[in-house]
Every structure is written in structure tokens, then in C-alpha cells.
């Protein structure tokens, strides 16, 4: 699913200029934002595999394992997490890209690519915090 959404979102912002974060004016004040929310996000995500072993006495959890599909939920914790770290990375890098002489196919590259990070990443927080508080919230 994060992998749909994520190449969505970067043909999509491919085919509109007004979204090149690149050139355009309101991309620092977003990348801020995106820098200091993604932290938060990855924060509360390595936050939440502390929490692991105390619901492993639930019996959902329980069950998971089992059936095998606990090693899933925790791909999805280290897809959400990696993807995290890997956007603020990129937001980072981005602040002095956008001062560097770039053609436009390069924008265009790279502004998709960050789109595309952008909702991977919120995609897989989203996913994964839904797993999470279900897991938590079972008896």
C-alpha cells in the first residue's frame, strides 16, 4: 500500500510545477515543518518498539506469533521507521539543493522523489500506529 500511494504521489507531482519543491517559494517554511513533525513521528515510532515486550502477553500478539504474521507488523515498524529517518535525510539535503544550479529534469527528479518519500513515509507511520494502538488496546 505505501509503495501505491508513494509512486501516486510522485507521478502526480510530476505533472503539476506548482509542486517543485525545489523552486518554489513556501518550500522552506514546508520543509521545516516536515523536518520537525517526521522527527516527532520517528521519535515516537523507536519509542514504540520499547513497548513490544510488555504486550507480548497479550493474546492477540500472541496469536500473531503464532500464525506468523507478528514478523510482519514488525517489517512494517522498520519500513515506517527507516522511511522516517531517510525523509528528514532528504529534507535536510533539499535546503541547499535549493540554492545549487539545477536543470529542470533534475528538479523534476528530485521533487517527485521527495513527494513520493513524503507519502511513503506518512503512509507507513499511519499503517503501522493503527497496528500498534490495536495491539495495545486488545485484551
Known sequence: MPWLAAISAGIAASQFA????????????LLDKIIAAMSIFTAYLLTAITVLPAIEDKVVVRKLKQWGYFSIFVTYLRQAVWSGGVL??????????RSAKMIPLEQLLVSSAWWA??????????RVSKLLFKFILAE
Open 117 to 126: 518519500l513524503l507519502v511513503f513515509s506518512v503512509v507507513s507511520i499511519y
Open 18 to 29: 506548482s509542486l517543485n519543491i525545489v523552486s518554489a517559494s513556501w518550500a522552506d517554511n
Open 88 to 97: 528528514i535525510l532528504f529534507s535536510l539535503a533539499l535546503v541547499p539543493l
